[in-house]
């Protein structure tokens, strides 16, 4: 039986989801110069601030990177589509915020492995009779 088309494309639907949220943390709340001039106020600095601070000092550590890498990993050792849209989010959300080597990586491993699971058996599995067996012709 074949997948239904939503259940599909429903994982890359959240994708561009996640792509268009974490364009909208960059470019709405990191990169705006007069967000960060608001922000090194201690006394005027509104409470979403220290939200901000933690984003930034997560792609200053390169923590988001090492987190894309580790789905990645995930994604290659746990052959499943949630672990492998979960490296391909985590991959686009490192990409957008600034750890592009690892984001792009995870990205493009998650997305590949997402579209392998989704196409079903390989080719060769389809015409097996059996484990180990052996066709006397083709």
Known sequence: MKPSLLRLSLPWLLLAAIGALAATIRY?????AAVG????????????CQWRQMLVLGFLSYGYGWAALAFAA?????????SAW???AGGLLALQLYCYEAGAFALLVGC???I????????????????????AQP
């Open 28 to 32: 709405g709340l990191i990169e705006p």
């Open 37 to 48: 001039h608001l922000c090194e106020s201690a006394v005027t600095a509104p409470a979403w």
């Open 74 to 82: 995930l994604a290659l050792a746990w052959k499943h589509p949630a």
């Open 86 to 88: 979960r490296a391909a």
């Open 112 to 114: 590949l492995r997402l």
């Open 116 to 135: 392998r699971l989704q196409s079903g058996p390989a080719p060769a599995d389809q015409h097996r009779q059996g484990q180990r067996q052996v066709q």
